[in-house]
């Protein structure tokens, strides 16, 4: 396996900490909607369910990339375990992709709450976004 340099892991930790704190935001938002929301139905239960999982995933992303982000620094005092990044850094990458996967499915599912039309809009829309994702990654 390629190591990356300690300067360039610190600065990919920090982005994918800011990314999954701000799309954490996000999703912690949406899912105190849905749980406040006075509707119910199998389609609100698996929006929660998704949103839910979103939020989750993305705090596991921000606790990874902030444990890579202080072992990647200069001045750390103990000695850098290329194991210990590797595996900060593989958690933390999972669980952003996991977050978007499923911010992506309540998105795509959300149309669906309002009619059919907007339901098949949204689906495709998410669908379309989640292959540009795997296109992208």
């Known amino acids: 396996m390629l190591e990356l340099p300690l300067p360039y892991m610190?600065?990919?930790?920090k982005q994918?900490?800011?990314i999954s704190s701000f799309?954490?935001?996000f999703s912690v938002t949406l899912l105190g909607a849905l749980i406040l929301s006075d509707k119910d139905g199998r389609l609100l239960r698996v929006l929660?369910?998704?949103t839910a999982t979103a939020s989750l995933a993305f705090i596991v992303s921000v606790a990874a990339m902030t444990q890579m982000i202080m072992v990647t620094t200069e001045g750390y005092p103990f000695p850098v375990d290329q194991g210990q990044l590797f595996s900060s850094r593989?958690?933390?990458t999972l669980a952003l992709l996991v977050g978007m996967?499923?911010?992506i499915v309540t998105i795509s599912l959300s149309?669906?709450?309002?009619?059919?039309?907007?339901?098949?809009f949204t689906t495709v829309l998410g669908s379309l976004t989640m292959i540009a994702m795997f296109l992208f990654m």
Not at 10 to 13: D, S, T
Request: glycine letters at 18%; hydrophobic letters at 50%; proline letters at 0%.
């Open 111 to 120: 149309g669906w709450v309002r009619s059919k039309k907007l339901g098949i």
């Open 16 to 18: 994918i900490a800011f």
């Open 10 to 13: 610190n600065e990919l930790a």
């Open 48 to 50: 929660t369910v998704s």
């Open 101 to 103: 996967m499923a911010s």
């Open 90 to 92: 593989l958690v933390g």
């Open 23 to 25: 799309l954490g935001g």
